[in-house]
């Protein structure tokens, strides 16, 4: 029990220390303290007074009364001690006490003014101020005085006390309350034996006074019996009366007959002198420095030494106070007039169960007294004048007692037995035992509550008596208590809840004195209960765990609350526990749970009917987390500190989950493709990475200090590879579906129809799957995204192939009777291309609404694939492929492919196949590789022999490619035939410095062609396949626009062709077209985009027909292009109805474009070497010319409400048309010199290096297509030049050819010297560090191949 032992004392005192603690002599040391506590009761006197006494006068009695009064409550507390706290179960027993006195059910308080004084004080306790109060106060002082305040109120209104009798009244009820607060003590365990003393303290200050003769309060004429307080007079020997012997001996369960022996043979030592000596004792061994009640060895400090011995001396002269106050005549007694007997050697005190022998044991007190303390014989006496006894000085009553030199230093007591601490834990364990068996007696009903504290009023009271005469400390006190419960508890003899309790005990006191004030022994012996504690319900901890993961909370609390508070007492490293090793075990345990539960539960799922074996898998992740999360829910904070359940669990959980996952990886993949319809849906792999990312992710926070080896991105990258090439033989039919549900009419403002927005739903669902996985790796994702984009960019392309496949059919319809259903659309062509043979008018054509739908959707699916280009955050992951992409081996051939450009611009010098000089050819290029297979192919430009195609192919090529371009001519019937063809090697090294090529290729027969082409790398990358798909959209929407064009340029050409004009001149008839009314119309055309007024604009007055003699008027002139004005009013309603803004000003502005090109037409020949048969127009010509220019500007414009700005209409190549106007009468001589000036003056301001070819990443977003396109414009207006301009009209001059061909050489000349800077300037770049490797050298060309039969 203690490390520490009463060592030095004599040898009575060892005995005692190691005596076993037997039933009989615990009996008897029980009893003696049950009688002296019936000794010390408060006893009214026998004697009556005298009748003379009794006839007093009555004032003179009250003024007796009144002396020995308190007048103010002050005088009870004038002592100066420190307050006293009492426990916090006071106010609730002490208000069901007031309640039960208020209400007339308390016997003990049935007079009518105490039950309304009692009810006035309990309105006060139940008051939440007050309680608040007293909850933060807890002074037994002050609980006191505000009963004392309230009592005076309601006495000083009684109207029976008259006077001053309100104050002799005032002193009972204070003492009725005090014995009160006693009463609600006995029903409170652990109750401190300062506060017990103290309450003793106040009731005798507050006896009343007895209408005796002398002070103190015993009948004066009975002298004889002065000596003893038990006389048979004043006190009963039978054992009724006393309610702690009737208590102690249903305890041991002693017959009456035999208690009242006991008690008779013990009355006759076990006084109230005899008690008194055991406090002298106790006093004089602290003074000592003897080993009982403690010493100063017995503390870890002086600090705690001096606590204990100030509070244990006080309290000891409070108690004596008390019995001095009761008993005056223990202060005048020698110690040898009750003098108890002394223990035998050889036996024990008398006893029941033991013979009495005829003499007396020897004393206790042997004749040889020992020394007086000094700091004891110094000290005054307390008797005052008139023999009084005060009590404002109660540390000086133990040495002013008389007789006290025969007190000697050691263990002589009477009431203290040899051991008290094994006596008050044996009797412990009795009341508590006692009081079990009577809860599980029958007097008991099931529903009846109990105290968790066990102990009984009864009990309470005596052991506390016990406690207080023993010496026996709160600390040691609480601390016995939760040692026997814990001892019964793990006997299963009381339930869990009362550990709790009794560790609330230890609490309070902690609270009240500090640990390190305690003994020594007693923090040993809670350390050694708080280590059992620890221990057991360790062990419960451990196995109620068993129960993972369905634990609750309520199936640890119990255990819980104990642990923590034994972990935080700071007491378990006293008692050598090694909390760390026991967390250990409870963690494994934990570990342990959690894979049998995974295991068991892994099992249930495989054993399932099913062949879809990522199910087990994935019920097993919702498993985990629905567990993790409802522990983690549960047990927010790691139990004690150190037990992290939901860690432990996916500790171990998690990397089985994986082990299982990976263990499965063949067969899953084997099962998610074996067919059309799998075993394992693709959906539920995706669900599964989507699981175990989650679980990773859990690991990794619940588990931060845990490596886990799995690599999830490579586990699940085949899946998703295998989703995208599904993905891909997916868009076939998505671009099939959505154009064949498309009725292609008009849907909201933009224009477009539904097979646009399908397919984009479409294509947007995979990218926002693909996001919604959130994969791990990024660099990984990019490439998912990349591969996608390539998905896409087919999807594009094949979408404009069909879209334009509709619009070709639309625009080229076919008749109802043809000769071949392939070839008849060429009848419709031919007949609408004789333009200039004058043999048949061209028949102007009606646009379908149909067809601006389809134009529309082009242009519509160019913002979608921007947003789409967005959504996709393409940027973003080319970033993660530049700086994360894995380094490429060395020597490693890598396939690299290439995209080429090629672009079909014109051909000239052709030459017909009949011997007609006025013959035309309707031609077309096809271009083939080296097996004959077709790789690209033109539209037909008719009735031409020099054809402008201007159209751009793009083909891939891995290694040098050889095509055919052939020129053929369009037949109505039969073969087509065979114009010229010409041979070009595609060969990636000889376009290697990514530049564009103007390459005149020599047809086999005769004339020539223009190709342009360009090379880039075709990289694998998302801006690649984004500007692939854009230059798609872009092509199809140039060559749909273009058809646009070609439907309108036969009717502009037949309107501003030179027979119109020669008919104009030659003409002298008369008529008009009312200028006005046509750009009203245009007006009232366009005006819903400005202004709903339709107001004509007048005919400016500078523009007003002017009569000029012998000249053509103004009306005259705009007579001869009234058909155009009326072709235009019929079809530009219909693009204005059914075109988007932005589709609308592209037409228009192609419109406009093309009306320049045949102005300039009529004014100059094209650009050539070759003399021109082409003669210039006469002044008053060419006058017509620039007013038919002004007229269709002016109509275009219709004074800002047309389809076209100013600003756009006086563009570059309408400046430059006006410019041939400046040059066009000048001499031969001084235009050559003009053009040799401008040549060299622009070859000098030119840029020194050629650019690159237009790439396929200038056009991977709309942003980066406006840009190229601004940047484009700028340098066109940078590079004015009217040096063209005059060697256009030099070609009409006779013997200008030479000059010609001379300053084309030389332009190509120079532009081949800046071709090589750009050539060097690239080589030096490519030579820097960490560049491409260098180009090699251009090697020759390979051999032409054999020609493919001609078809």
């Given at each position: 029990m203690s490390r520490r032992s009463y060592a030095g004392g004599s040898m009575h005192e060892r005995r005692s220390s190691r005596f076993r603690v037997s039933d009989e002599e615990l009996m008897n040391f029980v009893l003696r303290v049950a009688l002296l506590s019936y000794q010390m009761q408060p006893k009214p006197a026998e004697a009556a007074p005298s009748e003379p006494e009794r006839d007093r006068d009555y004032s003179s009695r009250i003024h007796g009364a009144l002396s020995s009064s308190i007048f103010s409550i002050g005088d009870l507390f004038r002592d100066g001690q420190k307050g006293v706290r009492f426990p916090k179960d006071l106010i609730k027993v002490l208000e069901q006490k007031l309640q039960d006195i208020a209400m007339g059910k308390d016997a003990a308080y049935s007079d009518q003014l105490i039950r309304r004084t009692m009810a006035v004080f309990y309105g006060q306790v139940k008051d939440e101020t007050f309680r608040r109060q007293m909850k933060e106060n807890r002074k037994i002082e002050e609980l006191i005085l505000m009963f004392a305040t309230n009592a005076t109120n309601v006495l000083k209104k009684e109207p029976s006390l008259q006077g001053d009798g309100w104050k002799v009244e005032l002193n009972n009820h204070i003492a009725q309350f005090v014995r009160l607060l006693r009463d609600c003590l006995r029903h409170i365990s652990h109750v401190s034996p300062e506060l017990t003393a103290r309450l003793e303290m106040y009731t005798a200050k507050l006896a009343p006074a007895q209408p005796a003769y002398s002070d103190s309060g015993y009948d004066s004429a009975s002298t004889s019996h002065r000596d003893s307080v038990g006389s048979t007079k004043r006190i009963s020997m039978q054992v009724n009366d006393m309610p702690l012997v009737l208590t102690a001996a249903r305890l041991f369960k002693l017959p009456a007959n035999v208690v009242q022996k006991e008690i008779e043979d013990l009355a006759t030592y076990c006084t109230e002198k005899a008690a008194l000596n055991d406090l002298k004792t106790c006093l004089k061994n602290i003074n000592a420095g003897a080993p009982f009640p403690f010493r100063r060895e017995d503390f870890d400090s002086e600090a705690a030494w001096q606590y204990w011995r100030t509070l244990e001396t006080a309290h000891l002269s409070q108690l004596m106070v008390v019995m001095v106050q009761f008993n005056p005549e223990l202060a005048k007694s020698t110690p040898s007039e009750a003098l108890p007997p002394t223990q035998s050697s050889n036996g024990r005190p008398g006893s029941v169960y033991s013979s009495y022998s005829s003499s007396r044991p020897d004393s206790y007190y042997a004749s040889s007294s020992a020394q007086r303390h000094a700091s004891v014989s110094s000290r005054h006496s307390v008797l005052s004048l008139g023999g009084g006894l005060g009590?404002?000085?109660?540390?000086?009553?133990?040495?002013?007692?008389?007789?006290?030199?025969?007190?000697?230093?050691?263990?002589?007591?009477?009431?203290?037995?040899?051991?008290?601490?094994?006596?008050?834990?044996?009797?412990?364990?009795?009341?508590?035992?006692?009081?079990?068996?009577?809860?599980?007696?029958?007097?008991?009903?099931?529903?009846?509550?109990?105290?968790?504290?066990?102990?009984?009023?009864?009990?309470?009271?005596?052991?506390?008596?016990?406690?207080?005469?023993?010496?026996?400390?709160?600390?040691?006190?609480?601390?016995?208590?939760?040692?026997?419960?814990?001892?019964?508890?793990?006997?299963?003899?009381?339930?869990?809840?009362?550990?709790?309790?009794?560790?609330?005990?230890?609490?309070?006191?902690?609270?009240?004195?500090?640990?390190?004030?305690?003994?020594?022994?007693?923090?040993?012996?809670?350390?050694?209960?708080?280590?059992?504690?620890?221990?057991?319900?360790?062990?419960?901890?451990?196995?109620?765990?068993?129960?993972?993961?369905?634990?609750?909370?309520?199936?640890?609390?119990?255990?819980?609350?104990?642990?923590?508070?034994?972990?935080?007492?700071?007491?378990?490293?006293?008692?050598?526990?090694?909390?760390?090793?026991?967390?250990?075990?409870?963690?494994?345990?934990?570990?342990?749970?959690?894979?049998?539960?995974?295991?068991?539960?892994?099992?249930?799922?495989?054993?399932?009917?099913?062949?879809?074996?990522?199910?087990?898998?994935?019920?097993?992740?919702?498993?985990?987390?629905?567990?993790?999360?409802?522990?983690?829910?549960?047990?927010?904070?790691?139990?004690?500190?150190?037990?992290?359940?939901?860690?432990?669990?996916?500790?171990?959980?998690?990397?089985?989950?994986?082990?299982?996952?990976?263990?499965?990886?063949?067969?899953?993949?084997?099962d998610s493709m074996n067919g059309p319809t799998p075993d394992v849906p693709i959906q539920d792999i995706f669900a599964l990475y989507r699981r175990t990312k989650t679980l990773l992710g859990m690991y990794k926070a619940f588990c931060p200090s845990g490596e886990i080896q799995f690599d999830l991105g490579g586990f699940f990258e085949p899946y998703v590879r295998q989703w995208l090439v599904n993905t891909d033989n997916k868009t076939t039919q998505w671009v099939q579906a959505a154009i064949a549900a498309d009725k292609f009419q008009a849907e909201g403002e933009e224009g477009h129809s539904s097979s646009i927005i399908d397919l984009f739903d479409s294509l947007r669902s995979p990218i926002q799957f693909l996001q919604d996985l959130e994969w791990i790796d990024e660099y990984q994702e990019a490439r998912f995204f990349t591969s996608l984009s390539k998905t896409i960019s087919k999807a594009i392309n094949q979408y404009c192939a069909t879209i334009e496949e509709l619009f070709m059919s639309e625009m080229f319809p076919r008749p109802t009777e043809y000769i071949q259903p392939q070839k008849s659309s060429a009848w419709l062509e031919k007949a609408k291309s004789l333009t200039e043979r004058g043999e048949k008018k061209v028949e102007a054509f009606t646009f379908q609404p149909e067809s601006c739908v389809k134009l529309n959707n082009i242009e519509a699916a160019r913002r979608l694939l921007d947003n789409m280009y967005e959504q996709m955050e393409a940027d973003k992951k080319m970033e993660v492929l530049e700086h994360s992409a894995p380094p490429v081996p060395e020597k490693v051939d890598r396939g690299d492919r290439f995209l080429f450009t090629v672009k079909v611009a014109i051909a000239e010098g052709l030459v017909p196949l009949d011997s007609s000089p006025s013959a035309k050819l309707d031609t077309f290029v096809t271009l083939s590789d080296e097996q004959g297979n077709r790789l690209a192919k033109t539209r037909t430009i008719y009735e031409s022999l020099n054809p402008r195609w201007d159209e751009s192919f793009d083909l891939s090529v891995e290694k040098p490619l050889w095509i055919m371009i052939s020129v053929r001519d369009r037949a109505l019937v039969g073969k087509h035939d065979t114009v010229g063809r010409a041979y070009l090697c595609l060969d990636p090294k000889r376009f290697g410095d990514f530049l564009t090529h103007d390459l005149w290729m020599d047809l086999d027969t005769q004339g020539r062609i223009l190709l342009r082409v360009s090379m880039e790398g075709e990289k694998d990358d998302l801006q690649f396949y984004f500007g692939r798909a854009f230059r798609s959209l872009k092509r199809s929407e140039n060559d749909m626009v273009r058809v646009f064009i070609d439907k309108m340029s036969p009717f502009i050409r037949q309107c501003l062709s030179r027979s119109v004009l020669k008919t104009l001149v030659k003409s002298t008839q008369t008529g008009s077209i009312d200028y006005n009314k046509a750009l009203g119309n245009v007006t009232a055309l366009f005006g819903s985009l400005g202004t709903k007024d339709d107001v004509q604009i007048p005919l400016p007055q500078s523009e007003k027909p002017r009569v000029r003699p012998e000249s053509l008027t103004d009306v005259e002139i705009e007579q001869a292009i009234v058909p155009l004005f009326d072709f235009f009013e019929a079809n530009l309603s219909t693009l204005n109805t059914y075109l988007s803004e932005t589709t609308k000003d592209m037409v228009m502005s192609r419109v406009w474009k093309e009306i320049l090109n045949v102005i300039e037409g009529l004014l100059v020949p094209p650009l050539s070497d070759v003399q021109s048969d082409m003669k210039p127009l006469s002044d008053k010509e060419v006058?017509?010319?620039?007013?038919?220019?002004?007229?269709?500007?002016?109509?275009?414009?219709?004074?800002?409400?047309?389809?076209?700005?100013?600003?756009?209409?006086?563009?570059?190549?309408?400046?430059?048309?006006?410019?041939?106007?400046?040059?066009?009468?000048?001499?031969?001589?001084?235009?050559?010199?003009?053009?040799?000036?401008?040549?060299?003056?622009?070859?000098?301001?030119?840029?020194?290096?050629?650019?690159?070819?237009?790439?396929?990443?200038?056009?991977?977003?709309?942003?980066?297509?406006?840009?190229?396109?601004?940047?484009?414009?700028?340098?066109?207006?940078?590079?004015?030049?009217?040096?063209?301009?005059?060697?256009?009209?030099?070609?009409?001059?006779?013997?200008?050819?030479?000059?010609?061909?001379?300053?084309?050489?030389?332009?190509?000349?120079?532009?081949?010297?800046?071709?090589?800077?750009?050539?060097?300037?690239?080589?030096?770049?490519?030579?820097?560090?960490?560049?491409?490797?260098?180009?090699?050298?251009?090697?020759?060309?390979?051999?032409?191949?054999?020609?493919?039969?001609?078809?």
């Open positions: 009590p404002s000085d109660p540390d000086a009553v133990p040495s002013a007692l008389e007789g006290d030199e025969e007190i000697q230093v050691g263990f002589h007591f009477t009431f203290i037995p040899p051991n008290p601490r094994k006596y008050y834990k044996r009797l412990l364990e009795y009341c508590i035992a006692a009081d079990l068996e009577a809860m599980l007696s029958p007097a008991v009903g099931d529903d009846d509550e109990v105290s968790l504290g066990i102990l009984s009023a009864a009990h309470i009271e005596l052991i506390n008596e016990c406690a207080l005469r023993w010496r026996i400390g709160q600390p040691y006190r609480v601390a016995c208590f939760l040692d026997i419960v814990r001892q019964f508890y793990e006997r299963n003899e009381v339930p869990l809840e009362c550990v709790p309790e009794a560790l609330a005990n230890i609490t309070r006191v902690t609270n009240e004195i500090e640990l390190d004030k305690w003994p020594t022994q007693d923090v040993d012996y809670l350390a050694q209960i708080y280590g059992q504690l620890f221990s057991t319900f360790l062990s419960h901890l451990y196995h109620s765990l068993d129960g993972l993961p369905h634990i609750k909370p309520s199936d640890v609390a119990p255990y819980l609350s104990v642990l923590e508070i034994v972990r935080e007492s700071g007491l378990l490293e006293r008692y050598d526990v090694d909390v760390a090793a026991r967390m250990t075990d409870i963690q494994n345990q934990v570990r342990d749970v959690s894979a049998r539960y995974y295991g068991q539960k892994m099992r249930e799922l495989q054993e399932a009917p099913g062949v879809n074996r990522a199910l087990p898998l994935l019920l097993m992740t919702d498993e985990i987390e629905k567990n993790a999360k409802l522990l983690d829910k549960r047990f927010p904070e790691p139990i004690l500190g150190h037990l992290d359940i939901v860690s432990l669990m996916l500790e171990v959980q998690i990397p089985h989950f994986l082990m299982d996952l990976d263990d499965s990886k063949k067969r899953l993949f084997e006058d017509i010319v620039f007013k038919w220019l002004k007229f269709l500007r002016d109509y275009f414009y219709a004074g800002g409400e047309g389809p076209i700005s100013l600003e756009a209409l006086q563009n570059q190549k309408y400046r430059d048309v006006l410019s041939i106007r400046l040059y066009y009468d000048w001499h031969t001589d001084a235009l050559m010199e003009e053009c040799v000036r401008m040549m060299q003056h622009s070859l000098r301001a030119a840029t020194p290096v050629k650019k690159r070819a237009k790439s396929v990443y200038q056009q991977r977003n709309l942003g980066t297509i406006r840009k190229s396109k601004k940047e484009k414009q700028q340098e066109k207006e940078k590079e004015v030049s009217n040096g063209e301009t005059i060697l256009r009209i030099l070609r009409m001059r006779p013997n200008t050819s030479d000059f010609i061909a001379q300053q084309l050489q030389a332009m190509n000349s120079l532009q081949a010297e800046r071709d090589a800077q750009a050539k060097d300037a690239e080589k030096r770049k490519l030579q820097r560090p960490r560049q491409q490797p260098q180009i090699p050298p251009v090697p020759s060309i390979p051999p032409v191949p054999a020609l493919p039969p001609k078809t």
